[in-house]
């Protein structure tokens, strides 16, 4: 099967960076993939990591361990509207995406 | 706007009803794949096509089917409803069949509610 555990809760201020990680097992791995969801709304596609290391788009950043089975999404200068649900996301050779169960991002001013 | 369209967006119904939500994908996708989303929780898959062929099954409950059609629209049937079927239901949609770029298109869901 596939599973994927991340934090449910997250807070930090305005300005701050803060690092969600995600642990994963998946038969087949391809990749990590990383969804930003605003208060039941669609889900957004941040980044996506197959390699091992850092993959950096504007403030948000990804990145994977395939050794460690593990990602983390790094947001730097951390604004209001980043409050919100962000997922990781394991695809793998079962073909469809499996989700992990979000983390809620508070951003305080 | 990630050019996936769902209807409809909100429904309320009783239990034992039956109800069919549409999706249309993103120009040029070939998948369709359908989550559900209850309060508070992640993304459960349900089942995913490829150009009219179902290629992927997640924990779909027999009481829901679905099918993509020759025109590459989907839809989801949910039937002898339950109060536990409330949920946001959502259709996303890739050009690939295996998902390996990670990246899906959601559309902004169908808010189903069962009395």
């Known amino acids: 099967g596939q599973s994927l555990e991340q934090p449910s809760e997250v807070t930090a201020v305005e300005g701050a960076i803060v690092q969600i990680n995600c642990t994963y097992q998946?038969?087949?791995?391809?990749?990590l993939s990383w969804y930003q969801q605003h208060d039941g709304g669609a889900p957004t596609f941040l980044s996506y990591?197959?390699?091992?290391g850092l993959e950096e788009t504007g403030r948000f950043s990804s990145f994977l361990s395939r050794s460690d089975s593990y990602g983390y999404l790094l947001l730097q200068e951390l604004q209001m509207k980043d409050s919100a649900s962000y997922f990781c996301?394991?695809?793998?050779?079962?073909?469809?995406?499996?989700f992990g169960s979000g983390t809620q991002l508070t951003v305080l001013p | 706007d990630s050019g996936v369209t769902q209807t409809p967006k909100h429904l309320i119904t009783a239990t034992g009803q039956r109800v069919t939500l549409r999706c249309s994908p993103r120009?040029?996708?070939?998948?369709v794949y359908w989550y559900q989303q209850s309060l508070d929780q992640g993304l459960q898959f349900l089942i995913q096509?490829?150009?009219?062929?179902?290629?992927a099954k997640g924990n779909i409950l027999e009481r829901f089917s679905a099918q993509q059609f020759p025109d590459l629209h989907s839809e989801l049937n949910l039937s002898s409803l339950e109060l536990g079927d409330s949920a946001l239901y959502f259709c996303?949609?890739?050009?690939?069949?295996?998902?390996?770029?990670?990246?899906?298109?959601f559309g902004e869901g169908s808010r189903l509610t069962v009395l």
């Open positions: 990591n197959a390699l091992d």
């Open positions: 120009s040029g996708d070939l998948s």
């Open positions: 998946t038969s087949g791995f391809y990749g």
């Open positions: 096509y490829y150009n009219g062929e179902e290629r």
């Open positions: 996301a394991a695809s793998g050779s079962a073909r469809q995406l499996t």
């Open positions: 996303a949609s890739s050009a690939e069949d295996r998902g390996s770029s990670g990246e899906l298109f």
